[in-house]
């Protein structure tokens, strides 16, 4: 059976520094793309970037360009988003997603991020 | 790179039929058969309903129907249900370095 397993809900403060992680399970790793997406509350869903487990070919979405790293350690089948500055703007549910050739075909459970003085 | 435009919300009564619409460009909806739709309840997670235009994956009810004609996109919902009450996302693989766009997303209520 094919997963996304997410890390846990997070509370920061602006300023800090956050890394959250998406492992899969079930499948050949390294030939799927795994993309992040974000979701602000009461808001649509937005494509941040995706990465290639097989070369760690990365890819961001231009609003989201410079403001967060998306890496990848195939070794242990996981994918990572992370910000080296939070804003209370970063706020929202980040979803991990598997690209089966050209849709979303898997979804991680989703990873709540706060960001609050 | 703009996100693909869908009507903010649709409604309709039990028994009904709607349709969801999404326009993009000659960069994505128009240039490939790789539009995809996805069924999102309140605090879950979006669920696959249709790919590469028509094709339903396993499970998912046939009175949810995909088509295209140029660079709009449409989902029809068939036979409304209360349980398909959720918002609706459209997606489509894009000529972009980034591979992939989401539409704005549909609130579909049913009366």
């Known amino acids: 059976e094919v997963q996304l397993v997410q890390s846990g809900a997070e509370v920061k403060k602006p300023g800090e520094s956050l890394r959250i992680s998406c492992k899969g399970s079930g499948y050949n790793f390294g030939i799927y793309w795994i993309g992040w997406v974000r979701q602000k509350p009461g808001k649509g869903l937005e ?61 991680g459970q989703g990873t709540l991020v706060t960001v609050s003085s | 790179q703009s996100a693909l435009t869908q009507p903010a919300s649709v409604s309709g009564s039990p028994g009904q039929s709607i349709t969801i619409s999404c326009t993009g460009t000659s960069s994505d909806v128009g240039r490939y058969e790789y539009v995809s739709w996805y069924q999102q309840h309140p605090g879950k997670a979006p669920k696959l309903i249709i790919y590469e235009v028509t094709h339903r994956p396993s499970g998912v009810s046939n009175r949810f129907s995909g088509s295209k004609s140029g660079n709009t996109a449409s989902l029809a919902i068939s036979g409304l249900q209360s349980e398909d009450e959720a918002d609706y996302y459209c997606g489509s693989y894009t000529i972009n370095t980034t591979l992939f766009v989401f539409g704005t997303g549909t609130n579909v209520a049913v009366l």
């Open chain 1, 47 to 107: 494509w941040m970037g995706v990465i290639y487990p097989g070369d760690s070919d990365t890819r961001y979405s231009p609003s989201f360009q410079g403001q967060v790293v998306i890496s990848v350690d195939k070794s242990v089948n996981t994918a990572a988003l992370q910000w080296s500055s939070l804003k209370a703007s970063d706020t929202a549910i980040y979803y991990c997603a598997r690209l089966r050739d050209h849709e979303i075909d898997y979804w």
